[in-house]
Structure formats: structure tokens, C-alpha cells
């Protein structure tokens, strides 16, 4: 059989409730020139006896099994047997959007420097979702540009996973999936953005988000808060723009919980030459030796500071940036928001 355009991957494990709908919605696409990888992560249910009925109907779905236990394994297993240019990542508990392929096919095909490309999502079923997983999903399809990606990309995961199409070359080029204490698509795209890679994403909502109780970054301590912490304070670490004004770096936080995040990076190394605060009680105090100071100290600062932003109270960002703003910073160059 001829190489299909797209490849969509699509591991499972135990998904026998939702993945005859999942596979509803990819066999609904515009686009039709593709095939389904179904990778059994280990089900003890129907799921992998309900992918081989509908194999046996529709040829461009696969069965496959993974090498080893565990979604990154399945992923990597997937990437290597994947016989089209482009991969579309999916969940067997969401849908696509039925012009999804054909959409992020055509944009990969017009800008052959993009590796990943996602999409708005829409979270559903609307009486599942938590306040958290909705502020979540707002802040992400808000973010959009390809500037704002990587402006953004230490404060949460820029990406909906099963939202984005890759070029799986590149991935497998850059390590493929890592296996560790830490989400393996964040990571995947920390590294993707640490290497020069580009990442976009589309501004039509594209995939249906499922929110449950059980999904893996509620349950698994890889998805934990300080796991998010870990990892980002190691690429961040690396990044040149800290590396280079490792003598100017400026914490904005002096709170505890802003300094309990902020310790991960200066266990790195890394030492602040001052905090910023805007509590006048925290004002004139010291942390380690280092001044805690108003906004106004950065103005004028000669070289001037690089600031990373661990603010993470609601709506104190557009704050932080409007005051930054005010002094000439640019976001992405002379600060950061850490998540």
C-alpha cells in the first residue's frame, strides 16, 4: 500500500468507553488520506478486541501492541512505525473536529519550518469541567502566536497533546519521548524549543478535550505541581538568556510559595541579585542577602536585569506585565513568567 499523508497516533489503555466515539470522529475527517495507529498500552477491557473490529472494516486502521509498558513507550513505538511524513497526535477519550487533518495538513505543508503545530481545544463534557482544567484551557487557547508560545513556554504547557500534528523525523531526530519523573509532552516540548524548533498553533478549535476524574494528570505524580517545577527550573537552567545575565538575574516574588518554586533554579547555581515585590511589608527585607525592592529599582539598572516572573496569584500577570511595560521590558527578552 502507498505511504498515507498522516499518520495518527493514537495509544489507549483500558478506553473501551470512549474510543468507539474517538474513532467516530477521526473516520468523520475531511481528509482521508491517512492511517490510525492503535497502540494497546496493556487494556484489561474490550479496547483492544473494539480496534480490531473496526480494523477489519476500514484498512487504514492499525492494531498494535507496545513494546513495553507505558505511554511513552507507546509513543516512541508509534513514531518508529508511523509510515507517513506527518503524525497527528490523539487520545482515545477526545474527538477531532472533523476538518482537523485536512486543516494542520495544508498549514504544515505551507511552512515546511514548523515541527509541531496544535490547536485550540474545547473542553468537554461542560458539567465535568473543574475551574482549574476551564482557567487552563482559556489561558492555552489564548496563546497562539508562535512568539507568545515561546514567550509563555515556561509559565504552563503551551500544547493540548492530542491537539498537535509533528513532523516525526524531527521528534525521533531530537530523542523522541523521554521517560521520567515529569510530563513527557511538556518536556518534549521544552526540548523541542531549547533546540530551535518551531512550534505553532492553529486558532480554530480543533479538538474536544475530555475533563474527568481519572485522567492522568490528576493521578499520576509524573503530572504533580513539583514535578512541573523540577523540569522547568532544568531548562530553564540551560536557557542563554539566564546563562548569559546569570549576574543580573531579578526574581519577581518574595512570597513563600514564589520562593519554594524559585528554589528548584537556585539549586541550579543561580542566585538573584534582588526580589521585587509590592508588599510594603516585604519591602527593605533581606532573603539570603538579597534585597527584596519596588518595580521601580529595575529602572535605568545598568546592565540591565533579566527578570523571571513566579507570580502566580490570579491575575497578577497582566500586573506584572503592565508594570514591566512601563519600564521598557520585553516579554520574551528582558523577562519570563515561570509557572
Not at 477491557?45 to 513494546?67: K, V
Not at 533579566?306 to 514591566?324: M, T
Request: aromatic share 8%.
Amino acid at each position: 500500500m502507498a505511504a498515507p499523508a498522516i499518520s495518527v497516533l493514537l495509544p489507549f489503555r483500558d478506553a473501551a468507553a470512549t474510543l468507539p466515539a474517538c474513532l467516530d470522529s477521526i473516520r468523520g475527517q475531511t481528509w482521508t488520506d491517512f492511517e490510525v495507529l492503535c497502540i494497546d498500552d496493556g487494556s484489561q477491557d474490550d479496547s483492544a478486541a473494539l480496534a480490531a473490529a473496526r480494523a477489519r472494516t476500514d484498512p487504514r486502521i492499525r492494531l498494535l501492541r507496545t513494546p513495553a509498558p507505558g505511554l511513552v513507550a507507546a509513543l516512541n513505538a508509534g513514531l518508529r512505525q508511523a509510515r507517513a511524513p506527518l503524525v497527528a497526535r490523539m487520545d482515545a477519550d477526545d474527538l477531532m473536529h472533523p476538518r482537523r487533518l485536512e486543516l494542520q495538513q495544508a498549514a504544515m505543508t505551507a511552512d515546511t519550518g514548523l515541527t509541531v503545530l496544535g490547536s485550540r481545544v474545547q473542553a468537554f463534557p461542560e458539567h465535568a469541567i473543574t475551574d482549574g482544567f476551564r482557567a487552563y484551557v482559556d489561558w492555552q487557547n489564548a496563546c497562539i502566536a508562535e512568539a507568545a508560545i515561546a514567550a509563555d513556554i515556561y509559565l504552563e504547557a503551551p500544547l493540548a497533546h492530542p491537539s498537535v500534528m509533528v513532523r516525526p523525523e524531527r521528534i525521533i531526530a531530537a530523542g523522541g519521548y523521554r521517560d521520567g519523573p515529569f510530563p513527557e509532552d511538556y518536556e518534549l516540548w521544552l526540548r523541542l524549543h531549547r533546540l530551535g524548533h518551531r512550534i505553532g498553533k492553529l486558532p480554530q478549535p480543533l479538538l474536544q478535550w475530555r475533563d474527568q476524574p481519572g485522567r492522568l494528570s490528576r493521578v499520576d505524580p509524573r503530572y504533580a505541581r513539583e514535578a512541573f517545577d523540577r523540569l522547568r527550573a532544568a531548562y530553564l537552567a540551560a536557557d542563554a538568556r539566564l546563562a548569559t545575565g546569570r549576574e543580573r538575574l531579578v526574581i519577581w516574588g518574595a512570597g513563600r510559595r514564589t520562593r519554594q518554586r524559585a528554589a528548584h533554579l537556585l539549586q541550579q547555581g543561580y542566585r538573584p541579585v534582588a526580589w521585587i515585590d509590592i508588599d510594603p511589608r516585604k519591602l527593605g527585607n533581606r532573603l539570603d542577602g538579597v534585597p527584596v525592592v519596588p518595580p521601580d529599582w529595575l529602572r535605568d539598572r545598568s546592565p540591565r536585569p533579566f527578570v523571571l516572573c513566579y507570580v502566580a496569584s490570579h491575575g497578577a500577570r497582566p500586573c506584572v506585565d503592565a508594570e514591566l511595560a512601563r519600564l521598557d521590558f520585553r516579554k520574551g527578552l528582558d523577562y519570563l513568567h515561570v509557572g
